[in-house]
């Protein structure tokens, strides 16, 4: 069983360009979550996402960052217009229900360098 | 808001000894859980172990264990015989327990680099 799957693993984007990060959660897991980790800081909450629904981007800036998780498909975290300010990892964990006890499963990121 | 705080950005310890990370966090709420992640030079967040805010008991997994004080409001983790594996940042992390509100985020510290020495 596949755990979370991010790609690209690198990416690296010239300033105003755009930037879009996958995430395929776990199988049979339709809660995802997008996290950003900037230099010398914890994970910081983006967004959460069920599949066809955002349920909470209270985390994510008000302009330039989309996400969303389609029926078919991984879920998608856009980034437009980026600026040196976006460089950071950004992470996706997945979870079988809302509120999973025991953790979530993250992936292994996508560090996001903007030139 | 919850906060968590890891007054330790770093911390050494030989192979097969015994070191301590500290985690406090701030909350009004009775119900809550509280993790510790490891995040190796691969960058993959791995769960360590969890504490139920509702149990007394102290978590163990193996050679991980923690001191959970409830009332000091403090999660330190023990890492017991070191091995050079061991070697990542970790990280603390509290969700709010309960079935509303926003409880399945979590709030994680800055995180403390830890170095194993052979």
């Known amino acids: 069983n596949a755990g979370v799957m991010q790609n690209p693993r690198h990416l690296v984007r010239r300033r105003g360009q755009e930037a879009r990060l996958r995430c395929s959660p776990m199988k049979g897991h339709s809660h995802v979550y997008w996290y950003r980790q900037l230099p010398e800081e914890g994970l910081k909450f983006m967004v959460y996402?069920?599949?066809?629904?955002?349920?909470?981007e209270s985390g994510m800036p008000k302009e330039r960052f989309s996400a969303e998780f389609p029926k078919e498909g991984p879920s998608i975290l856009r980034i437009q217009q980026v600026v040196r300010g976006d460089s950071a990892a950004y992470f996706c964990?997945?979870?079988?229900?809302?509120?999973?006890?025991?953790?979530?499963?993250f992936g292994s990121g996508t560090r996001l360098t903007v030139v | 808001a919850q906060t968590v705080t890891q007054s330790q950005p770093e911390m050494s310890v030989q192979e097969a000894e015994t070191v301590t990370l500290s985690c406090t966090y701030d909350?009004?709420?009775?119900?809550?859980?509280l993790f510790w992640y490891k995040q190796p030079p691969s960058r993959q967040m791995i769960l360590v172990i969890r504490q139920e805010a509702y149990k007394q008991q102290n978590a163990t997994e193996n050679r991980f264990s923690v001191n959970f004080q409830k009332a000091a409001k403090s999660f330190s983790l023990k890492i017991s015989d070191s091995q050079l594996g061991d070697a990542a940042m970790y990280f603390c992390?509290?969700?709010?327990?309960?079935?509303?509100?926003?409880?399945?985020?979590?709030?994680f510290g800055k995180g403390t680099l830890l170095t194993v020495n052979p």
């Open positions: 996402l069920q599949k066809e629904n955002i349920i909470d």
């Open positions: 909350t009004s709420e009775s119900d809550y859980y």
């Open positions: 992390a509290y969700r709010s327990g309960g079935s509303g509100g926003s409880n399945y985020k979590l709030t």
């Open positions: 964990a997945s979870s079988p229900y809302g509120n999973d006890n025991y953790g979530y499963t």
